[in-house]
Structures are given as structure tokens and as C-alpha cells.
């Protein structure tokens, strides 16, 4: 499960679905999205899915924020 949320992260910051989309109607793509290279990541709660996310994020050298919730 962690992986698949670090996953959606990533396709989030390249916007890969809304590039996509433009793409197919024929759009040009300005920017394809941010780096994740060390930004800044909240994370609500560290259960168990939590902390593996938050190992995955320091692969990025991301700073992660945790919250409870």
C-alpha cells in the first residue's frame, strides 16, 4: 500500500493524468510538474503504511511533517 501511495505522489507532481488529457486533444504541455527532490511532505498519522511512505519520501531526501489525526 505504501508503494502505491508514493506512486500517486509521483504522478501528482509530474501531473501525468492532466498532461495526459492535453496531449490527447491535441494541447501543448507547458510544465510537466514539480520535483519531489527534497520538498516537503505531511503525512497524517504514522501507522504502519505512514512510516513506510515517510522511508520512501527520505529516499528523496523529502523533509515529512508528521501529524496525528
Not at 14 to 27: D, P, Q, W
Amino acid at each position: 500500500m505504501a508503494d502505491r501511495v508514493f506512486a500517486l505522489l509521483c504522478l501528482r507532481s509530474l501531473t501525468v493524468i492532466t498532461s495526459g488529457r492535453l496531449v490527447r486533444r491535441g494541447e501543448s504541455v507547458g510544465s510537466m510538474g514539480i520535483e519531489m527532490w527534497r520538498k516537503t511532505l505531511g503525512i497524517v498519522g504514522l501507522g504502519r503504511i505512514g512510516k513506510l511512505v515517510a522511508r520512501r519520501a527520505c529516499g528523496s531526501e523529502m523533509e515529512v511533517l508528521p501529524t496525528t489525526g
